[in-house]
């Protein structure tokens, strides 16, 4: 049977695609013909500048893998376990999303700063969150471990629960068909998840600056420079981190994402 065509309606959704996609490019081309090469040189060659994005990208990192230690399991209970309370638990997941991010970081600085709830237990330990790095990644964690858990959740429903129970009748503990059956099937979204967490915790500014000004993560600096010295000052620091971003997002959704045939 031949399938219907409806090539009006493809080139209508086309165009309205594509004003979507001009929406996303042209800031990003405008940022980069408009900053000199000379201009990026001195970006890509600034001590702080370069130290930001170590940092930025760090702590990302370490925000990332302490969400996938804990983010993961409960993803798995979300997928495969119904209990009471199950919803608000999904709903609580995703209150970063809504939340504004300057009072996200608000209400973490209640909670982490010295005279925070937990801050102000942890601070004669030697442990403290404001103006660390430790409060760098607290806020990172915070807003982006929704992509993680929500992406981790949705593979692990796609995969045939069936095959953990032929695995545990064979004599598999529950963790062994977890961990050698289940995981690795869902890998590709897992790693998806972890992906975009990843990139949005270096996107990541209002959280960051309330809780932990010092030091500098780039969208601060970009921010600083801005507001201190102006666009000229700042713009070259902004393409080189949307540059590098794009970069580093590209290879790695290319090395852990590989297409499927």
Known sequence: MTRPQAPWLDLLFAGLGGLLLLFIILPLISIFLDTSA????????????LGSIGLTFGAASIATALAAL????????????????????????NLPVIIPHTAAG?????????????????????????????????????????????????????????????AQTDGATPFDAFWHITLPLAWRGVMGGALMMWARGISEFGAVVILSYHPKIVPVLVFERFQGFGLDAAQPVAALLIAISLVVFIVLRLALLPRQE
Request: glycine letters at 10%; zero cysteines; hydrophobic letters at 55%.
């Open 106 to 166: 608000v209400a973490l600085l209640l909670v982490f700063g010295r005279r925070g709830l937990l801050g102000s237990g942890l601070e004669p330990l030697g442990i403290t969150f404001t103006d660390n790095l430790g409060g760098i990644v607290v806020g990172m964690l915070f807003v982006s471990l929704p992509f993680l858990v929500n992406l981790s959740r949705e593979s692990f429903a796609l995969v045939d629960d069936e095959l953990e129970w032929v």
């Open 70 to 93: 804990t983010g993961i399991p409960l993803a798995y209970l979300l997928a495969r376990r119904k209990f009471r309370g199950k919803r608000l638990v999904e709903a609580l997941v």
């Open 38 to 49: 000379a201009d990026f040189l001195w970006a890509l060659t600034d001590p702080e500048v």
